[in-house]
């Protein structure tokens, strides 16, 4: 599944490219991938112009002139591909359907614009989705409600985000920073990153953190998150950048998927342990449990 950088970069890609664009049809080959009556896509979708391109945590959202909007899940293998006569943009799980000719047989919905230029949403496992919905009524869905703050919003403090744990004192850190409730998008990746950066080992309960070491963490966290925006995203296998790139941040992670090297701080051999359920890459020198 993306993180939020990875979504955030399809997101800047897709807002260069379809802002102000006006919407001729669109077509689907399977009702779980697009789950949208024939009646609201033609009177919500068809002839509405996009007026602005949003992310919600790893969701993202398309908005329309008829007050409706396109809530986009990529989940594991989805892809968005943008393609009019001079620009091909290609974001999201990395075959040659972002390079092919489309639609091919991964294409589960195409989206035509009046200039002629499509996007065309790709999926491989049919775990994504293309929803049209009243924009009104999208923070109401179940995920909205649950899910936490942005973490890079600018208005999200420090303060409010060490207060955002205080209920799971007896869960270990790492658990509590994937948990999408606490913090809005953030993944294994960053997780393992910020911890890394925060020196703090991923096993530690929430209630053992000090006001100091939760202030680094927050700052360590928005450092990695806006570093792989600003190159892209980290690609893990699945994800390529707006322009059909890989994502180059894992270049520069410092842990993520190091296990046998040395820790570029201390020298110490980096491991991989499993918490929370998921692969994890610490240093046992920096990071004391």
Known sequence: ???????????????????????????????????NTDTDVQQFMVGATVTAVRRRAKVLLIDLSTDYSL???????????YVDAKNRFGAG???????????????????????????FFNDQRKFGWVKLMPTAEIMNLPFMLKVGPEPLDVTFTAQQFRERFARR???NIKAAILDQSVVAGVGNIYADES???????????????????FELLYTQL????????????SSNRNYVNAEGKRGSYMDFANVF?????????????????????????????????
Request: a positive charge; aromatic letters at 2%.
């Open 1 to 35: 599944m993306p993180e939020l950088p990875e979504v955030e970069t399809v997101r800047r890609g897709l807002s260069e490219l379809i802002i102000g664009k006006h919407v001729l049809g669109a077509t689907s080959d399977t009702l779980k991938s697009f789950p």
């Open 71 to 81: 809530v986009i899940h990529l989940k594991m293998t989805g892809q968005l591909v």
């Open 93 to 119: 799980h990395p075959n040659d359907s972002l390079v092919n000719a489309l639609p091919d047989k991964s294409t589960r919905v195409t989206m035509s614009f009046k200039d002629d230029s499509q996007l």
């Open 169 to 171: 004192a007896r869960t």
């Open 195 to 213: 911890l890394w950066g925060a020196l703090i080992h991923p096993k530690r309960l929430v209630g053992s953190i000090t006001d100091a070491e």
């Open 222 to 233: 928005r450092a990695v998150m806006n570093l792989s925006i600003e190159k892209g995203g």
């Open 257 to 289: 998927r190091r296990e046998g090297l040395p820790c570029p701080r201390c020298g110490t051999t980096i491991e991989k342990l499993r918490v929370a359920g998921r692969g994890t890459h610490v240093c046992p020198f920096c990071q004391v449990v």
